[in-house]
């Protein structure tokens, strides 16, 4: 999963609790009856342009609490800030294009998966030699815009153990970021992913994560049940070690969790589908409910991302927008399912 270079989420207007109705039209789904804690959110998807993000709201007929476009050099900020904010929706801002280079990777298995169709091939992301000056012009020229009321989150890197980006880089930044007053919660996103021979695994986590950082994106895309360790499905038997040791080290940083919400050859070689056309995706509306129940029983989780609405070379990655109708249904019963509280700084 990526964040990518500039990635917008949508507001925090609390949602009714609704009884799902799940049992009624999916008698095939076992849902875990667990506990909502207040401030979980569902952030909504990644889209790429404008367009998308009015397609998220209008065409698939979500109310979702995000919508998310990325555009590189910020040359749709504007516009896109207006279609959020029509959608009652806030931004999380990525900066990642703004302040890192890409470089061949000194180490590790780094690798850009943020093109399908062209691959990129190993990298590692290195601040840029001017980043503080780019940084700071980005900021005061968009100072009107920056605050909690239009952006929830600052994300400083995606991906971060994907793409061998230090962690003392990551640190300079929030430090100079805070230094500013700027007062929106710093974010950046980590692979717990390392499975060996089934998918290209991360690097490992870091021994302690950034101090200035306040919320940590995962994601674990080859789990089927992260419940069931035994789960035949599931890539690795050691999800819940890696997530515990993940906690270990979380401190008092919140977590936003990277829903599994496309199909591609992860999927096929690890045999929940035969292939990413919409009748064989079927089973992925039993993954979103698993990892709902999952994450409203960690109350350290505080929003779902789905990953991802667009598809890229269909059928090679098919994401939301073109999956079956049932899966895109499974979302909706999430939304309908949680509160969302969450209020930045605040919370």
């Given at each position: ?118 691959a990129t091939g190993p990298e590692s992301l290195r601040l840029k030699v001017d980043w503080k000056e780019r ?192 899966v895109q249904n499974s979302h909706q019963n999430i939304i309908n399912a949680i509160n969302c509280e969450y ?5």
């Amino acid at each position: 999963m990526h964040f990518l270079s500039i990635e917008l989420w949508s507001s925090n207007k609390k949602m009714n609790i609704l009884k799902s109705l799940l049992t009624l039209f999916f008698p095939f789904v076992f849902v875990i009856s667990v506990p909502a804690h207040a401030e979980l959110c569902f952030f909504g998807y990644m889209a790429n342009s404008v367009s998308l993000v009015n397609e998220i709201y209008a065409d698939f007929g979500l109310t979702p609490n995000a919508g998310i476009v990325f555009g590189k050099d910020y040359k749709e900020f504007k516009k896109t800030a207006q279609a959020l904010n029509e959608n009652e929706a806030k931004a999380v801002i990525m900066l990642s294009e703004l302040i890192f280079d890409k470089l061949p990777p000194e180490e590790g298995n780094c690798s850009d998966y943020g093109n399908a169709e062209k691959a990129t091939g190993p990298e590692s992301l290195r601040l840029k030699v001017d980043w503080k000056e780019r940084l700071s012009a980005f900021l005061i020229s968009e100072k009107d815009y920056l605050d909690f009321e239009n952006v929830m989150m600052l994300g400083i890197s995606d991906e971060v153990n994907n793409l061998c980006v230090p962690t003392s880089d990551i640190e300079a930044v929030a430090k100079f970021i805070k230094s500013l007053d700027v007062n929106i919660p710093l974010a950046v996103a980590y692979d717990l992913t390392a499975y060996e021979d089934q998918m290209a695994g991360a690097n490992p986590l870091p021994e302690s994560l950034p101090d200035n950082v306040d919320v940590i994106g995962i994601f674990e895309y080859g789990i089927f049940d992260p419940n069931d360790p035994e789960n035949p499905l599931n890539a690795t038997k050691d999800w819940k070690e890696r997530w515990n040791n993940f906690k270990s080290i979380l401190g008092s940083r919140k977590v936003v969790f990277i829903l599994n919400a496309f199909c591609n050859n992860i999927h096929t070689k690890l045999g929940w589908v035969q292939n990413c056309t919409p009748e064989y995706v079927k089973p992925l509306t039993v993954l979103s409910y698993r990892w709902r129940d999952w994450a409203l029983s960690e109350p350290d989780v505080i929003g779902i991302l789905g990953f991802t609405w667009r598809s890229w070379n269909y059928p090679v990655w098919v994401g939301t927008r073109d999956m079956h109708k049932v899966v895109q249904n499974s979302h909706q019963n999430i939304i309908n399912a949680i509160n969302c509280e969450y209020n930045g700084l605040n919370k």
